[in-house]
């Protein structure tokens, strides 16, 4: 049986370009069967279409425009969740860079509503370890001052407070002295490649 994804983008989308990669290898044995980003411009959007995956954009900054009364981060959460129910196959959703803190609305439709649905997403800290933006710029600066020898990113399911659900793999990422800020995010980033697809590979595998 299929296991179906659907991944959620707001950028360039490497990561997903990760996963169509291992799809298409045959090492994830997953269906993409939509990608939904929240900005028209994301080039990750491309690499849906390349692969001839369904793509959605679903924008926040225009939805609130639209009726800046009765429509909200809430009331999106509700119709982001809506455009995913009509795919009644998914079993996993996956967050590959997407830079939108969901709303309780969202995540509450995939708990408290059958068939409920994980969703997954990639931090670039260990747990407890820089929650929340600028992880891995925060991890550099307590390096350079001797606070810590190492950062590490991890993969968790998503509930309400920030990186903070269920842990689904981590990985240790070490820091150079001859580090600067951008080689450091280079390797996190050849990292969360391979961390995601392994993560996806443990959830439809088991």
Known sequence: MTFNICVLISGNGTNLQAII????????NVCIKVVISNKETAY???????AS???????????LKQDPINNTRSTYGIELAKI???YPSIDLIVLAGWMIILPASFLKEFTDNKPTIDIINLHPALPGQYPGAHAIERAFNDFKENKIKHSGLMIH???EEVDAGEVILTKEVPILPTDTLESLEDRFHQQEHISLVESIKLLSTK
């Open 44 to 50: 990750g959007l491309e690499r849906a279409k390349k």
């Open 157 to 159: 399911k998503v509930i």
């Open 53 to 63: 995956i369904e793509t959605r954009v679903f924008s926040l900054q225009n939805y």
């Open 84 to 86: 995913i129910r009509e």
């Open 21 to 28: 990669d291992a799809v298409e290898s045959k090492y994830l």
